[in-house]
């Protein structure tokens, strides 16, 4: 772990996993640990720092330089992400107001870099959850298809991508729409019923998927 990081977060990992914790100076990330399955690389961020960092550009250069490591990447954000009536979080970072569809998209964006970004409230379910990550991913006799689970998404072709982009469209219905429709634009043509044809897409996800790619983005969109 790198020894700049929040000391009570470390003080709670150390009692999680004794013997086991570390400190250095890391170039990418907070956590780093090797396993059978491959390396983990682990940012942690609070809200606030999460929110900052999106609108500076840093976590673009962050999430650039991530997606360049083989290695399962995550990004922990610490903090509740409370959300108001009207769609905005409730947690404002020097007065500007951040939608919560637009943190979803960054989510999503990251996701087809390959990072996947998860939330906790605390120094210590942070710390729980890289305990959970290290336990899984060194369990003797983890099968060898974990390793593919965490990091083919990273290694997928564009097309693929774009259509998991989508909603409720992970790989394997991306997959088999690919198969099915050929290209992204193939699909991204397909109406309701035709996208009713991959298996996992009923008729409600089919209009969930139409309405994202008929509707022209909200005119606030200021995720970076």
Same mark, same amino acid.
């Given at each position: 772990?790198?020894?700049?990081?929040? *000391?009570?977060?470390?003080?709670?990992?150390?009692?999680?996993?004794?013997?086991?914790?570390?400190?250095?100076?890391?170039?990418?990330?907070?956590?780093? @640990?090797?396993?059978?399955?491959?390396?983990?690389?682990?940012?942690?961020?609070?809200?606030?720092?999460?929110?900052?960092?999106? +609108?500076?550009?840093? %976590?673009?250069? *962050?999430?650039?330089?991530?997606?360049?490591?083989?290695?399962?990447?995550?990004?922990?954000?610490?903090?509740? %992400?409370?959300?108001?009536?009207?769609?905005?979080?409730?947690?404002?970072?020097?007065?500007?107001?951040?939608?919560?569809?637009?943190?979803?998209?960054?989510?999503?964006? %990251?996701?087809?870099?390959?990072?996947?970004?998860? *939330?906790?409230?605390?120094?210590? +379910?942070?710390?729980? &959850?890289?305990?959970? %990550?290290?336990?899984?991913?060194?369990?003797?006799?983890?099968?060898?298809?974990?390793?593919?689970?965490?990091?083919? @998404?990273?290694?997928?072709?564009?097309?693929?991508?774009?259509?998991?982009?989508?909603?409720?469209?992970?790989?394997?219905?991306?997959?088999?729409?690919?198969? !099915?429709?050929?290209?992204?634009?193939?699909?991204?043509?397909?109406? =309701?019923?035709?996208? *009713? /044809?991959?298996?996992? &897409?009923?008729? !409600?996800?089919? /209009?969930?998927?139409?309405? =994202?790619?008929?509707?022209?983005?909200?005119?606030?969109?200021?995720?970076?």
């Amino acid at each position: 772990m790198d020894k700049r990081g929040n *000391q009570k977060r470390w003080e709670a990992l150390r009692l999680l996993l004794p013997g086991r914790v570390n400190e250095t100076i890391l170039k990418v990330g907070d956590v780093y @640990f090797p396993s059978p399955i491959g390396p983990f690389v682990i940012e942690i961020k609070g809200l606030g720092d999460f929110l900052h960092s999106i +609108s500076t550009g840093r %976590m673009h250069t *962050q999430a650039v330089g991530m997606s360049e490591l083989d290695a399962a990447r995550f990004i922990i954000v610490e903090g509740r %992400m409370d959300v108001t009536s009207d769609g905005y979080l409730k947690t404002h970072w020097h007065g500007s107001k951040w939608k919560y569809e637009s943190i979803m998209g960054i989510v999503i964006s %990251m996701f087809l870099r390959g990072i996947c970004i998860i *939330q906790t409230t605390s120094e210590y +379910s942070t710390a729980l &959850v890289i305990r959970t %990550m290290y336990n899984q991913a060194n369990s003797p006799g983890q099968p060898a298809q974990v390793k593919d689970k965490i990091l083919s @998404f990273s290694k997928i072709s564009p097309q693929l991508r774009v259509v998991c982009s989508l909603p409720h469209m992970g790989p394997v219905m991306g997959k088999d729409a690919l198969d !099915r429709f050929i290209s992204p634009i193939g699909f991204v043509n397909a109406g =309701v019923l035709e996208m *009713q /044809e991959i298996k996992g &897409v009923s008729g !409600r996800i089919a /209009e969930e998927i139409r309405k =994202v790619l008929d509707s022209p983005p909200p005119k606030d969109d200021n995720y970076v």
